[in-house]
């Protein structure tokens, strides 16, 4: 099956530190992901759409120079909490589509981020 | 804009059949996907359907109606496992999903 990772798992930081969070698909090769944030007992939130070899498509409301997305190879998207602050506080998630199936989304394990 | 509404906690007993239902406002509409989430992971796909009409994977089930902007999951033979959040997400704009609030379910022994 189709196996996405996200690293790292937990990341605790200080606030005004940026932090890195990689998204990889590991048996098939995306050229769109997805970035979601999803509070406490929340929905997820859809981000941002990463498209490899060009600019992310931000969500209204999203900071673009706040959460920089970098899509360089098939396989590896990349979100940097740039400044992070205790609000940014959340769980990350990525997600792709094998075989360009849109409609059938895998998801990493999440990056849970604490900033203190 | 996306609009989702779902029930936001359903309780049952191991066995038992639950359905939970999705409706939507959507535009650029193309599918409605269910997913499951348990508590501290992250969602794992279960169904998507784009045409009218039932959809069964073996204990799940998921159900549309593009003319009522409807849809449900359905469980079948209710496990403690299955106790967990189940998201609809509707597919708009050919590549972006909106996700539903969730629904928790309780599976009592």
């Known amino acids: 099956g189709a196996v996405v990772s996200q690293h790292p798992s937990w990341v605790i930081c200080k606030s005004g530190t940026s932090v890195k969070i990689e998204c990889r698909s590991l048996?098939?090769?995306?050229?769109?992901m997805f970035w979601y944030r999803q509070f406490p007992k929340q929905s997820l939130m859809l981000m941002a759409t990463?498209?490899?070899?060009?600019?992310?498509?931000?969500e209204q409301g999203v900071e673009k120079d706040k959460f920089l997305i970098n899509h360089a190879s098939l396989t590896l998207s990349t979100l940097t909490v740039t400044s992070a602050h205790p609000e940014d506080s959340s769980f990350y998630i990525c997600?792709?589509?094998?075989?360009?199936?849109?409609?059938?989304?895998?998801f990493g394990p999440g990056t849970r981020l604490l900033v203190l | 804009g996306q609009s989702l509404e779902q029930p936001s906690e359903v309780t049952a007993v191991e066995g038992a059949i639950v359905q939970i239902n999705c409706t939507y406002q959507?535009?650029?509409?193309?599918?409605l996907s269910w997913y499951q989430q348990h508590d501290g992971g992250a969602p794992t796909f279960l169904s998507y359907?784009?045409?009218?009409g039932l959809e069964e994977t073996g204990r799940f089930s998921s159900f549309l109606s593009r003319s009522d902007s409807y849809g449900y999951l359905l469980l079948q033979e209710l496990q403690m496992k299955d106790s967990a959040s189940y998201f609809c997400?509707?597919?708009?704009?050919?590549?972006?999903?909106?996700f539903g609030s969730g629904t928790k379910l309780n599976v009592k022994p």
């Open positions: 997400a509707v597919l708009y704009n050919f590549n972006k999903f909106y």
């Open positions: 359907n784009a045409l009218d």
């Open positions: 048996d098939f090769q995306a050229t769109t």
């Open positions: 990463s498209n490899e070899g060009s600019k992310a498509t931000y």
């Open positions: 959507t535009s650029g509409f193309y599918g």
């Open positions: 997600s792709a589509g094998a075989s360009g199936r849109t409609e059938t989304q895998y």
